[in-house]
Each structure stands twice: as C-alpha cells, then as structure tokens.
C-alpha cells in the first residue's frame, strides 16, 4: 500500500495555522489626536500585528490625511497598512490614480468599500462614478494588472465588508451573502466583518456564506465593549442592539477602570466565540486607544508567529535583526 498523500496527512504545522490578529486606525483630525495616536501606533506595533488598517473618509473626505498616515506607517514602522478605500461619488479614472498613489506608496493592501452614500443624490452618483464596491474590487484589479511588472507579478490583497447583521440597506441577511458572493468573485481576497454584538451573529454569517459558496476568510471586527455612549451610537448605525444586560452592568459602574474590565470580559468572550466558529483572526476596531486593545489581546492569548524585530532603515525599509520562531502564544 502507498503511504498517504500530503493532502490525505497534512503535517501538523499546516492543521494549526497561528490566528491573524490586525487593528482598525483613522486618520487624526488635529495635531492633539496625532500625537495620541503615535502613541497608540508604538504601542500595537509592540505586538507584531498582521496589518493595520487606515479609514477613508466619505468620498475622500480625508485624503490627503490618510495618505499621510500611511505613508509615516510604512516609513517610520515596521506595520503593513491596509489601506481603506470607499468609491461612492468618484469616477473610474479618479479611483485609478488614487489606486496607483497608494501602490506607488508601497501599499500593498486595500480594503476596498462602497461608503455612506451622501445626502444629495447627485453626489453620490456623477458621471462615471463606481457604483458598489465589487466595481472599485474589479477596478483595483485591473490597475494592479497594468502594473504587473512593478509588483514583480505580486497580487494586492484586497479586503471587503461582511455583515453579520443585515445591511441596513439590504432588503436580507440572504442578500448580504450574494453580495459578498459577487465580490469574492470580482477578486475580493477576504472579508472584515462590522461590528457585531452577539456571537451567534458572526456564526450564522459563516454558516450562510459558506452554503452560498463564499470560500474567502471571514475575519470577525471585534470592538471593545467598554463605552456606553459608544455602544448606543454603534447599535443606531448597525440597527443591532448590544445584550442588555452588558448596558446594565456599564451602567452600574463605580468608575472608568470597572467599566474597562466588565467591557473587556465581554469583548474576550464574544472574540472567543468567534474564534470558536472557526475565525482565522480578529481585528480590533481601537478607536485610535491602544489600552483596552491590548487588555483584550492579553485574555485573549492568541497563537501568534514570532517575527523577527524589525526597524526602519535610513530609507524606510526594515531590516530583519533575529530569526522567525515557532508560533507563541501572544501576551500584551
């Protein structure tokens, strides 16, 4: 009898993939919030993340600011940016030298969105403007294969949104999946999902999208359950209420430290649900604070690769100082 095939045994350390962890970041709006977040940047970059995120404003509100940020992201550290990119109101050809700016740049991810759709009509849909975000995926393609030979034949990871509630303009949960569907197809490489209150949430969108042949990692976007006034604000945007017993608890409170350690223990648990489900990774959504970030990541204790340290060279690029070990357990 011949002995099994690589793929009928799989060794070991291809069953146990280590779990991707990343963080969500938005562009500083003075020079105050700036320097928050450098601080919040040196503290998560601490702990070896797979990529970080950069928002974008609404029809590129922001810009120039996001840029900016990702520039300093990929010149003064060793963190990949994953660059957000929203479409609504911007045409084929603004998008493409938008596209090719960030490449130009050096980024190598972009997680690419439709955005909220501005008040006027007219401004949401000008002339030659993308319309849904599968047309800024396909888009993002097509430049990246003009360019081919700059990226050494590479790929640029393209990241898109799941819901693991209904989208509050989708007409179901079942129209969601068939618009995630669409995107994997028009090249999507993986999917982030909003945020989600209940576990069993992110477990029923699973579920659904795989039936419907979705094959792409859904990675659950996980929020610190430490604010209420957050809390309220989110459950108004998703339509999705959080547990009330969760408000309950923030509520009676004695101070911002309790508050911090009820919110944390809930978001442990709601990640290790997730997690459970089969998540390959959690992103944190860090609001631009790195303090219960790192308190969910330290309960969290993720199977991590150790990384070599690494540190920005004269011109930006980094160097590697020590060899990549075994996969650890990861503490903040």
């Known amino acids: 009898m011949s002995p099994p095939s690589l793929i009928e045994s799989p060794p070991k350390h291809l069953t146990q993939a280590p779990t991707a962890l990343s963080y969500e970041l938005f562009p500083p709006r003075n020079a105050h919030a700036a320097e928050s977040l450098w601080a919040t940047i040196r503290e998560l970059e601490q702990t070896n993340p797979d990529y970080v995120s950069v928002t974008y404003g609404a029809s590129g509100s922001n810009r120039d600011t996001a840029v900016g940020l990702l520039h300093r992201l990929l010149e003064e550290t060793t963190l990949r940016p994953l660059a957000h990119l929203t479409c609504v109101g911007n045409t084929a050809e603004e998008l493409s030298g938008i596209i090719t700016e960030l490449l130009d740049h050096g980024v190598r991810g972009i997680l690419a969105l439709r955005g909220d759709l501005p008040n006027d009509p007219v401004e949401a849909h000008p002339p030659g403007a993308l319309t849904y975000a599968q047309d800024l995926v396909e888009l993002i393609r097509r430049v990246e294969q003009r360019r081919s030979a700059l990226l050494c034949a590479g790929r640029v990871a393209i990241g898109v949104a799941a819901y693991p509630a209904r989208h509050p303009e989708s007409p179901s949960v079942e129209h969601d999946v068939e618009v995630l569907l669409a995107k994997q197809r028009s090249g999507a490489d993986f999917a982030i999902t909003q945020v989600f209150f209940h576990a069993d949430q992110y477990r029923d969108l699973v579920v659904r999208a795989r039936r419907a042949g979705v094959s792409i990692p859904i990675i659950p976007g996980v929020m610190p359950l430490t604010s209420v006034r957050r809390l309220r604000r989110l459950s108004t945007l998703t339509g999705v209420a959080p547990a009330p017993e969760l408000l309950a608890a923030l509520g009676r409170a004695d101070d911002d430290g309790e508050s ?40 969290l204790q993720l199977l991590r690769p150790e990384r070599p340290t690494r540190r920005p060279g004269p011109s930006g690029s980094a160097a590697a100082s020590a060899p990549v070990a075994a996969p650890q357990l990861i503490k903040a």
Do not use: M
Request: glycine share 8%; no cysteine.
């Open 260 to 299: 911090r350690r009820i919110g944390v223990r809930a978001t442990v648990d709601l990640a290790n649900a997730a997690l459970e489900a089969g998540a390959p990774g959690i992103h944190l959504y860090t609001f631009n604070e790195h303090a219960a970030a790192l308190d969910v990541l330290d309960k």
